[in-house]
């Protein structure tokens, strides 16, 4: 059983930078595959990030996004601190959303009901 705790989310300008941190607990880390998604009020979930595990897979690793996020965030694991992050930059109102980590032991997918394991999300809000 893996759980997840977001942090980091805020209110800031159009422009500014963040950092989100999901920090993991039980199950084996390295062994799981990592995404970040967002749900804005009204609106479905979407993928935002995700990241392959790290334990010798075939795709180590591997890292892949969103285009409506690429080039604009970057998503990163320490497995030596069972924490994954987002680094967001040049941030949008349309960004403004609960983000929310999830976690699975097989490959990455952009299908958010794939994942097994939630955070409990944290809020980014981005004024114009």
């Known amino acids: 059983q893996v759980q997840l705790v977001e942090s980091g989310g805020r209110l800031v300008q159009a422009g500014a930078s963040l950092r989100l941190s999901c920090a993991a607990s039980?199950?084996?880390?390295?062994?799981?595959?990592l995404g970040w998604f967002r749900q804005a009020p009204g609106k479905e979930r979407e993928f935002v990030a995700a990241?392959?595990?790290?334990?010798?897979?075939?795709?180590?690793?591997?890292?892949y996004y969103a285009d409506s996020v690429k080039g604009r965030f970057t998503i990163s694991r320490d497995n030596a601190k069972h924490t994954m992050y987002l680094q967001m930059n040049n941030l949008k109102p349309d960004d403004t959303a609960v983000y929310y980590c999830?976690?699975?032991?097989?490959?990455?997918?952009?299908?958010?009901?794939?994942?097994?394991?939630w955070g409990q999300g944290t809020q980014v809000t981005v004024s114009s």
């Open positions: 999830a976690a699975r032991l097989s490959g990455p997918v952009i299908n958010w009901r794939l994942y097994d394991y």
């Open positions: 039980g199950g084996t880390f390295s062994s799981h595959a």
């Open positions: 990241i392959a595990r790290s334990d010798g897979h075939l795709h180590f690793g591997d890292t």
